[in-house]
């Protein structure tokens, strides 16, 4: 099953004026296992690489957090948070840069996710507003 999403940015941070479409793709072992997220453009985050594949932070994949309940909103809440608060384990480490400008110049890391985040701003009249949208895609 595929659904296709819209990741808003967090309030008060820097991703706040973006919204990132992303597509959730879940196998049949779902709620046991999380699906897995692809930003469908390039994202500046030290746990998305270049094939643009969120990685999910391990205190995420804990059997305590995965439960019936973990429905499609609750995991768009999990990746805003995750925008936000990078992983910096060592095993969530996939844009190497990314990390390296977090973990030791914030203000430019920040910067480089305004960006982004402008460059994906909404241009209809629901900007600035908080949105979270999933819809199933077509023919799953």
Partial sequence: MVWNCVV?????????????????YYNNLYPGSLPLVR????????NIGPTRYLKIPSQVLEPTFLAPKMD???????IQHILV???????????????YLYQTNRPHYNYRVAYVANKHSATSGDAGTHIIKAERFAGT
């Fill in 8 to 24: 808003s940015g967090m309030k008060s941070t820097p991703w706040e004026h973006g919204r990132f479409p992303v597509r959730l």
């Fill in 39 to 46: 930003f469908e453009s390039n994202i500046f985050h030290p």
């Fill in 72 to 78: 499609v909103r609750m995991i768009l809440l999990a």
């Fill in 85 to 99: 608060y990078p992983d910096q384990s060592l095993s969530a480490r996939v844009n190497k840069k990314a990390l």
